[in-house]
């Protein structure tokens, strides 16, 4: 992939963005809660960091790379030069730091998001042409990617005590009187969540089920799935074919690991 695809990967994904935001999903999100101006800020800023990152990763090559420590760090760099600014913006104190409540999202986050990570990297590293369906492919993942970052970057922004005050809720909430027990109530609802789907997920093997993405369409945000069944690898199965199927599998493991 060029600096030309790239570009223009990222200028759809701003314009759709500027479109609409909404959430049209039936899942409640931290984006809900604060209003369409703040989520919207939170939304290009993670943007224009995502691709900064993941331009200066093209640069690298990655034959003696530690990937797990490469992607690790490099979503915590996007969320914290992300809330650094917004703080800026927003007119809060500047913070160095991540909160520490919300590490557990983080490293769900880390986890769920690195063979989408290592696949954008790998079409980015591509010397080929990419095609339509291939450039189609990498805009959902790197939609998929920034959307769970926008909810995260909520948590981390509004879960500091020193937020409080109403001028700021205000300011920035939809029901500041109601905010902060709305946010924690999702936090703890998303939890528990997590926890119950590492447990059972395994009644049903992941090969045979679908894989949803979180993407932004000209209507809002809503959810893509990807069919499992027609990626089987097989001889004459194409490359963008065996990147995908790699992506589902590395999911499948992370979620059996443990069991």
Request: proline share 1%; charged share 20%.
């Amino acid at each position: 992939m060029n600096n030309k695809e790239l570009n223009q990967i990222f200028y759809k994904i701003l314009l759709k963005l500027y479109s609409n935001t909404k959430n049209l999903t039936t899942t409640n999100m931290p984006i809900d809660l604060v209003r369409e101006e703040i989520h919207l800020l939170v939304f290009i800023l993670i943007t224009l960091e995502v691709k900064l990152m993941l331009t200066s990763l093209s640069k690298l090559h990655f034959e003696k790379i530690n990937f797990n420590i490469l992607v690790d760090n490099s979503i915590k760099f996007i969320i914290l030069s992300c809330k650094q600014k917004t703080l800026l913006m927003l007119n809060f104190d500047t913070s160095n730091k991540l909160e520490i409540s919300n590490h557990w999202i983080l490293r769900k986050i880390q986890t769920e998001e690195y063979n989408t990570f290592t696949t954008i990297l790998d079409f980015i590293n591509s010397k080929h042409e990419l095609k339509y369906n291939s450039l189609n492919l990498v805009t959902s993942l790197i939609e998929s990617l920034i959307i769970k970052l926008v909810n995260y970057m909520i948590y981390e922004l509004f879960s500091n005590g020193k937020l409080s005050e109403k001028t700021y809720l205000k300011s920035y909430t939809i029901d500041y009187l109601l905010f902060s027990y709305n946010l924690d109530n999702l936090k703890t609802y998303s939890y528990w969540k997590y926890c119950l789907e590492n447990i059972y997920v395994n009644i049903k093997r992941f090969s045979t089920d679908t894989r949803p993405l979180l993407v932004c369409t000209k209507n809002g945000l809503e959810f893509k799935r990807l069919y499992n069944k027609e990626l089987q690898i097989s001889i004459n199965s194409s490359n963008l074919q065996k990147l995908i199927s790699k992506y589902l599998d590395f999911i499948e493991y992370i979620r059996t690991k443990k069991s």
